[in-house]
């Protein structure tokens, strides 16, 4: 096992928060059924996430630093989109 390269493992963790965050936003297009934005945000996950299985196929240590980033960015990215209570869902119509 090589040694942990600190940029390269923050670069990991990065791309995994944002690309958490993009499968976020990914779902709640799907879920309002908005095409466009539903593909677009399903391309920037895919070159995001391919950053990520490069970068920690060369040491298993990476991985953590993926599992991190990937809770961090769903946990953002759900606090951001996070209603009040009483309000509509997500994806609902317009009154």
């Given amino acids: 096992m090589s040694a942990v390269d600190p940029l390269t493992a923050g670069a990991v ?3 995994t928060g944002a690309t958490d965050a993009v499968y976020v936003m990914f779902t709640s297009a799907v879920v309002r059924r908005q095409r466009v934005p539903a593909a677009t945000w399903s391309s920037i996950w895919y070159l995001l996430s391919s950053y990520a299985v490069i970068s ?3 040491n298993w240590i990476y991985v953590l630093f993926a ?3 990937s809770w961090i960015g769903a946990f953002v990215t759900i606090t951001f989109l996070h209603r009040p209570p009483g309000g509509p869902p997500v ?3 317009p009154e």
């Fill in 91 to 93: 994806g609902a119509a």
């Fill in 67 to 69: 599992a991190i980033g």
């Fill in 13 to 15: 963790l990065l791309a």
């Fill in 56 to 58: 920690y196929t060369e």
